[in-house]
């Protein structure tokens, strides 16, 4: 059992959560389920709807979950709907949790959670907060979040560059209670066993996984593999994800480069089931993103042992050892990133990364976060 966690100890989450699809759900899914597997007693708390249509433009807003039938959840909230809050927080008070961890990514959650949070008495809140500063722009978001972070008793970040960036936006009333913790690796999405997982195709494949928004920087990606092509004629390159306002930009690009024989496209949200497919399918993930937190994507790769090729912004080298575990390259640069992945095939670099990742991705478990959220003190990196 965790040090700073008592049979039985009551933890309620805040926020997004199954059947809700997305990184932000998952996450706390499987922060819960470590909790409740360490002897806590654990309900989720999350939304009756979460965005209003107008402000999602994905297809859908919930998807299947295959690991959620043992873990409690009530639907109790609409966010943007104030008549609802008085509801969450009755519900909230009722099951009387020790500790409540809300889960913060957008400023568009933070009046709800401010006006609940403010009302819970003798209740631990804790944050854990997957972004400070935001990929879109949300007028008054500092505001905004100072008002939702203000009842909390500490704010548990996913890297550096949160920590950085909470110190930077915050005043220091707030960014005090700051806890530098990480994003663990997922093992979820592994079902296949060790020893029946199918040989690899020998074709290079890289992938690009996850959802499509600009700052994430799949039209860098596309225009460095024309580059890429012309020195390994064989390369493919799979992306796999739903993109938010349509894929009209991409698939003109992708025609435009004459690059439709190497590109295979999935723009499509992908069901749990089917992610290892995508994974097991490619040599190498990358993240051409033009800015960064964290990404869960790292998580996901590296519980296949899939090295990384990734942009250098935000907290996204923190989690790849340069040259050991993957490469970093200049953020919105397609000749970098296209020398970069050249390099990576070239040189064989897949072999040596893969077997270096399971050593690594020991640093990032579930059960050493879940310790970092409770404990009284802050956390340091030998902790």
Not at 108 to 130: T, V
């Amino acid at each position: 059992m965790l040090s700073t966690l008592r049979d039985q100890t009551k933890i309620g989450f805040l926020g997004p959560a199954p059947p809700f699809r997305g990184g932000i759900s998952r996450f706390a899914l499987e922060l819960a389920k470590t909790y409740q597997e360490q002897g806590a007693q654990v309900q989720m708390f999350t939304f009756i709807r979460q965005y209003p249509v107008l402000l999602f433009p994905g297809k859908s807003q919930t998807s299947d979950f295959q690991d959620t039938s043992l873990l409690p959840t009530q639907r109790i909230l609409i966010p943007y709907l104030p008549h609802t809050w008085n509801n969450a927080l009755r519900c909230i008070q009722k099951w009387q949790p020790e500790i409540l961890v809300i889960s913060y990514s957008l400023p568009f959650f933070a009046p709800a959670y401010a006006w609940i949070g403010n009302r819970l008495k003798g209740i631990r809140i804790i944050y854990l907060a997957h972004n400070i500063e935001f990929h879109e722009a949300w007028p008054g978001a500092n505001l905004l979040t100072r008002l939702a972070f203000q009842p909390s008793e500490r704010i548990v970040v996913l890297s550096e560059s949160c920590l950085k960036a909470l110190h930077r936006r915050m005043p220091a009333s707030i960014a005090s209670k700051g806890v530098k913790g990480f994003h663990p690796i997922y093992d979820c999405f592994r079902q296949t066993k060790p020893d029946s997982v199918p040989k690899p195709d020998l074709t290079p494949t890289v992938l690009f996984f996850g959802l499509i928004k600009p700052y994430k920087g799949l039209d860098v990606l596309i225009k460095a593999m024309k580059q890429v092509r012309k020195r390994l004629p064989v390369i493919r390159l799979l992306i796999a994800g739903e993109v938010y306002q349509g894929d009209k930009y991409y698939q003109s690009l992708i025609r435009q480069l004459k690059l439709q024989d190497i590109i295979e496209t999935h723009f499509r949200f992908i069901p749990d089931q089917e992610v290892e497919a995508f994974f097991r399918r490619s040599q190498v993930c990358v993240l051409p993103y033009k800015t960064a937190t964290q990404s869960g994507i790292i998580a996901m790769a590296y519980s296949f042992d899939l090295p990384l090729i990734a942009s250098d912004v935000g907290g996204l080298s923190e989690y790849i050892e340069s040259g050991k575990t993957g490469l970093l390259v200049p953020p919105n640069d397609p000749e970098a990133l296209a020398a970069a992945i050249i390099r990576y095939f070239e040189s064989g670099l897949h072999s040596a990364m893969s077997k270096a990742i399971p050593e690594y991705r020991k640093r990032f478990s579930w059960v050493r976060l879940a310790e970092i959220v409770l404990m009284d003190q802050p956390a340091t990196d030998d902790q």
